[in-house]
Nanobody, 113 residues
Framework: QVQLVESGGGLVQVGGSLTLSCTVS????????MAWYRQAPGKGRLRVAS???????MYDPSVRDRFTISREDEKNTLYLQMNELKPEDTAVYLC???????WGQGTRVTVSS
């Protein structure tokens, strides 16, 4: 059974930084496409960043140049480095491994002004 566990969320001030991790068990992630989503209160789920097995990355315009997605396949872990955080980045952040239809439970990020 594949499990994804996010960590690293918390409360941060505007302009601060956080690094989220998504650790996968039950499957080797190498070569798999993976993504980070976020869901703000009362809003739908938005894909903020993705990374292919070859390392090609894509970002939503709202986070481009502030967020960086990366992966360490040896550690079976996906990361999201978030810089210059804004109040509108407040959300639950979830990772997805779509090829295995798997989601994590999410980690909450709150940016205070």
């Amino acid at each position: 059974q594949v499990q994804l566990v996010e960590s690293g969320g918390g409360l941060v001030q505007v302009g601060g930084s956080l690094t989220l991790s998504c650790t996968v068990s039950g499957s080797n992630i190498s070569s798999y496409f993976m993504a980070w989503y976020r869901q703000a209160p009362g809003k739908g789920r938005l894909r903020v960043a993705s990374i292919g097995g070859g390392g090609v990355t894509m970002y939503d315009p709202s986070v481009r140049d502030r967020f960086t997605i990366s992966r360490e396949d040896e550690k079976n872990t996906l990361y999201l480095q978030m810089n210059e955080l804004k109040p509108e980045d407040t959300a639950v952040y979830l990772c997805e491994l779509p090829s295995l239809n798997s989601w994590g439970q999410g980690t909450r990020v709150t940016v205070s002004s």
